[in-house]
């Protein structure tokens, strides 16, 4: 019986693919670190993080359909002072719905803090990512739908990008093209991120799973395990 069971669980985790266990810390925020675990399929993922600031603590869950389109994150934030959560799906057809609470002060280092949720209906519908802000794993399913790891010329996307802390989701453009295509000797590739809508550019570090390995500004890989 118990070798059956056994059987039975290895060949669900053969299907449901690599399990990734990865942990960063923030560039230009040392005290900011990050971590999750992530499951990789052939054309999907799902993703289990958590997020810890001097100021606030955020959990997340994230799932993919196939080529990686999200279907639905999950976020919740605890800071001082109040506790905010989120869940962002996205359809079928491209539409994209949520579902937010926010309890506690309503503002942040004196700034006032935007309702969580869509900020405008319709806003992001056609995207096909959530962006989470700070977090390293929402850069990889656009990076392996456009296959960056092999070479892309600029591409243009939509994301719903999610503020933290406020949990705002608006629409935001980005560009991703490949400036260097993974290579199994060194074990990295560089996929250059380019917003849009502001002046910011990096050159993101890669591995071979798509995952971020340093993105300048943002955060550095200090620790990954295979389960």
């Known amino acids: 019986m118990r070798r059956a069971y056994r059987a039975g669980w290895t060949e669900a985790m053969a299907m449901r693919g690599a399990v990734r266990h990865v942990e960063w810390v923030g560039d230009e925020d040392p005290e900011r670190l990050e ?24 959990s997340w869950s994230l799932e993919t359909g196939p080529d990686w389109v999200t279907t639905r994150l999950d976020v919740s934030v605890t800071g001082r002072g109040f506790t905010r959560w989120l869940v962002l799906t996205r359809d079928d057809r491209g539409r994209w719905v949520s579902e937010s609470w926010a309890h506690g002060v309503t503002a942040f280092h004196g700034e006032p803090l935007a309702e969580p949720g869509l900020a405008e209906p319709g806003g992001v519908d056609g995207a096909l990512d959530c962006d989470l802000a700070l977090c390293p794993v929402t850069n990889t399913m656009p990076i392996l ?9 600029e591409t243009e996307l939509t994301m719903a990008w999610v503020d933290l ?6 629409a935001s453009r980005q560009v991703y093209s490949t400036i260097e295509p993974f290579d199994p000797a060194s074990g990295r590739g560089v996929v250059r991120y380019r917003s849009a809508d502001r002046d910011f550019v990096a050159d993101l570090g890669v591995d071979e799973d798509g995952l971020v390995i340093d993105y300048p500004r943002l955060a550095r890989r200090i620790r990954t395990r295979t389960r």
């Open 35 to 58: 971590a999750a675990t992530v499951t990789l399929a052939p054309d999907r993922l799902d993703a289990l993080g958590v997020s810890r600031t001097t100021d606030y603590v955020t």
């Open 165 to 170: 802390p406020s949990l705002e989701v608006r």
């Open 145 to 153: 739908r456009l296959g960056a790891l092999r070479g892309v010329e």
